[in-house]
């Protein structure tokens, strides 16, 4: 499982390091130590048990636009099997507080995605997105998510990535199709938010 996001302590918040802020919240959970690779190119892994299951948490420290060179590295090194792939990042079509996990398909006009594609040579592999909504006012794409979430948006975040966790989980257990199927069209933040 490869989150997607941009290292150092002035990314740490904002809205494009969903990816890797999933990934933090399952280490934080379980009691998980990131080990970083400093080879080039550089990442993080940790390995997360579930039910007898395992997964490589990976953070690509390459910066977005370069974090297929990061994911395919591990990917190829440990043959991992294409379908078990799984992309966590941040979706700008979704409102906040809503899933998706989808089979493949396009880039979505996503840097981290587009870098994973070109270098692994497919886009059939499975993702998580995670909302985090469009600007609402004249802001241009690159600062809006390269920005911290607002105060009101913040106390929801926890809420999100705790239910980004169990659907990993349901991924890990049962596979795409059941994550699509439980977790697709969930309403994380109830019926006050703005996306409903």
Not at 131 to 142: E, N, W
Not at 168 to 179: H, P, T, Y
């Amino acid at each position: 499982m490869a989150g997607l996001g941009n290292p150092g302590p002035q990314y740490r918040h904002t809205r494009h390091n969903m990816g890797f802020a999933t990934l933090d919240h399952v280490a934080s959970q379980c009691g998980l130590d990131f080990v970083l690779h400093k080879k080039s190119p550089p990442y993080e892994t940790a390995l997360w048990t579930v039910a007898d299951v395992s997964a490589i948490l990976l953070k690509p420290f390459t910066y977005m636009n370069r974090s297929g060179e990061a994911v395919a590295s591990v990917f190829n090194f440990y043959k991992i099997p294409l379908e078990k792939l799984l992309v966590v990042h941040d979706d700008l079509e979704l409102c906040l507080g809503r899933l998706k996990f989808v089979r493949g398909g396009g880039t979505g006009g996503h840097n981290g995605i587009r870098s994973i594609v070109r270098s692994i040579g497919s886009r059939e592999f499975p993702r998580l997105k995670i909302g985090i909504g469009r600007p609402s006012g004249p802001v241009p794409i690159d600062k809006y998510v390269l920005s911290p979430f607002h105060p009101e948006e913040t106390q929801a975040i926890e809420r999100i990535l705790d239910f980004a966790v169990k659907g990993l989980i349901c991924f890990m257990k049962n596979g795409i199709e059941s994550a699509m199927n439980e977790f697709n069209g969930l309403k994380i933040l109830g019926p006050d938010s703005p996306c409903f």
